[in-house]
């Protein structure tokens, strides 16, 4: 089945109702990367100990390890992911309110990090499962726009995350625990309403044939060859450069509040036209060609923060956030692409274990790149710093579309082994 391949109907309300879950867990990862390193920088945390930030992305490279559980059991009743997105969210907003009661300074960061960690282990088996709904719900038709619709909430559930600085400044850190929160709950709340979809047809064949899902049968198969360390390098690329922009712009100056404006503004006009450019350039000229176009742009994000960080001085805050939201737009398409090409890669008939197992890459990447940015950055200068950010991810999106067709051929074979072994 190719990426044009599977009709023209699309349900937009199960789209939606996807997109809000994966919402609900972006939040608080949104909160953890990039509105607490802004708060400890300023609290004097030195930028040798941000790798203490990156111990609660550690979870989500470890999915791999409940994902065969999450896939096997869960109530027919009341959904078989739904079974375990309900009580991990619940766990999630609990641990949120526990963090009201500590404060956010330097002497108090191991107790929150722990408070997270354990946070991050609950929401990984709710990520497991909500992945896995999304990769067996969507067809072929829904994926770019479901993509974008998924990938354009995830953002705004950034944003979110981000903005909860201002509530910081203004409000005060317990109200923002709480806020967060209630957040929480609230955003997965109208998914968790819908009726769970039956399971796809791959998945079903292989329950009534008796079979579990086969971790090492997924990671012995020839795409995954091809598709795991790209995703590392997709993760590590991203969170490299994102990781470190909240203690960039707090060197230099930003207040709580204006940082939180330019992430609010930034993330929701360049990567809310992402969101709806990306379905037609992918319509237009697939999806190979319109990841290269955005990759194109690369080169604009280096020159843009390389010169901010070689002046030493910002210019006015409608100029920044018109800077960032040109670079958010042109860096976006990219990842919308990769993000349905996740969704596309992940076997219908194991899909909470294959995404899990992709997704783990990505966030060991992920967690790889906030663990020495900070080292990085503190070595190198920021100028510096950021043209390295840049080459990294360019290199990583090269592989992408370099081999966009060889990975396509070897999904597109192992489809049609997991429907004919019925």
């Known amino acids: 089945m190719s990426e044009a391949d599977g009709g023209s109907a699309r349900d937009y309300p199960k789209l939606i109702s996807i997109g809000v879950l994966h919402m609900a867990q972006y939040f608080p990862a949104a909160f953890t990367g990039i509105a607490l390193p802004f708060i400890f920088r300023q609290e004097g945390l030195p930028l040798e100990m941000f790798w203490l930030l990156a111990l609660p992305a550690i979870p989500r490279w470890l999915k ?164 795991l360390p790209y995703l590392f390098a997709f993760g590590f690329g991203g969170a490299f450069f994102s990781s470190m922009l909240g203690p960039f712009f707090a060197d230099l100056g930003l207040s709580l509040t204006e940082f939180g404006i330019l992430s609010v503004l930034s993330i929701i006009a360049g990567s809310g036209l992402g969101a709806v450019i990306t379905p037609l350039l992918i319509g237009r000229y697939g999806m190979r060609t319109t990841a290269l176009l955005s990759l194109l742009t690369l080169p604009l994000e280096a020159v843009i923060f390389y010169y901010l960080a070689s002046t030493g001085a ?66 190198m200068g920021w100028p510096n710093f950021f043209l390295l950010a840049a080459t990294l991810s360019l290199l990583a999106g090269l592989f992408y579309v370099y081999n966009f067709d060889r990975i396509e051929q070897l999904v597109l074979a192992r489809e049609k082994l997991e429907v004919a072994a019925a």
């Open 64 to 227: 791999w390890l409940i994902a065969l559980v999450v896939d096997n059991y869960g109530s027919a009743r009341i959904g078989y992911r739904k079974s375990w997105i309900i009580p991990c969210t619940m766990i999630g907003a609990v641990s949120y309110g526990l963090l009201a009661f500590i404060p956010p300074t330097v002497v108090a960061i191991y107790p929150i990090i722990t408070i997270l960690l354990f946070k991050s282990f609950v929401m990984a088996a709710q990520d497991i499962a909500v992945d896995g709904f999304a990769a067996e719900a969507m067809t072929d038709a829904e994926r770019p726009v479901g993509t974008s619709i998924i990938v354009f909430l995830s953002l705004l559930a950034a944003v979110l995350g981000a903005g909860a600085v201002v509530i910081v400044e203004q409000f005060g850190w317990p109200t923002t625990m709480l806020a967060a929160s209630l957040l929480l709950i609230g955003a997965a709340l109208p998914a968790l309403l819908r009726p769970e979809p039956p399971p796809p047809e791959a998945s079903r064949l292989r329950r009534e044939r008796g079979e579990r899902p086969d971790l090492l049968k997924a990671l012995k198969r020839r795409d995954s060859l091809l598709i």
């Open 314 to 379: 910002l210019p006015g805050l409608p100029w920044i956030i018109a800077l960032t939201t040109v670079v958010a737009f042109c860096t976006s398409i990219y990842s919308f692409v990769v993000n349905n090409s996740r969704f596309r890669w992940a076997s219908r008939a194991q899909a909470a274990t294959d995404y899990s197992m992709q997704s783990s890459l990505w966030n060991l990447g992920v967690w790889a790149a906030g663990s020495v940015a900070g080292i990085a950055a503190g070595g």
